[in-house]
């Protein structure tokens, strides 16, 4: 007989995020956008389609401004967001996609969206 322990919520609940890693994710504007771009879509996105939507949301990009996102997300935070499992990165399929746990960051991220307007 096997037993499942449960958190007394939803089976499709994520568990909390720890409150360093929601610091830490939401320390970054370029994550904080990703987040706010991703939280707008169902399923994957490309990646040229999710650059090109959190350049948008800090305002009209450029081609330069394309590349320098891109070279960032690569190296530093995609890794981030993957590792704290609120993103998922298919690099075969060149998609990106947020993941249930990325919920939990929705209300710290309307807040920021707020004190921007």
Excluded at 26 to 38: F, N, V
Excluded at 46 to 55: H, M, R, T
Excluded at 72 to 98: I, K, P, S, W
Aim: net charge negative; with cysteine; proline share 9%.
């Amino acid at each position: 007989m096997t037993t499942e322990l449960t958190h007394g919520g939803p089976a499709d609940t994520p568990p909390p995020l720890p409150p360093n890693t929601v610091f830490e994710l939401l320390l970054s504007e370029q994550r904080r956008y990703a987040l706010r771009y991703l939280s707008r879509r169902d399923g994957p996105v490309s990646l040229e389609e999710f650059i090109d939507g959190v350049a948008r949301l800090q305002g009209e990009p450029t081609r330069q401004r394309l590349d320098e996102l891109a070279v960032e997300f690569h190296h530093n935070h995609l890794c981030r967001l993957v590792g704290a499992d609120v993103l998922r990165y298919d690099r075969d399929a060149g998609t990106v996609e947020r993941r249930p746990a990325a919920r939990a960051l929705e209300p710290y991220l309307e807040l920021v969206a707020e004190e921007n307007r």
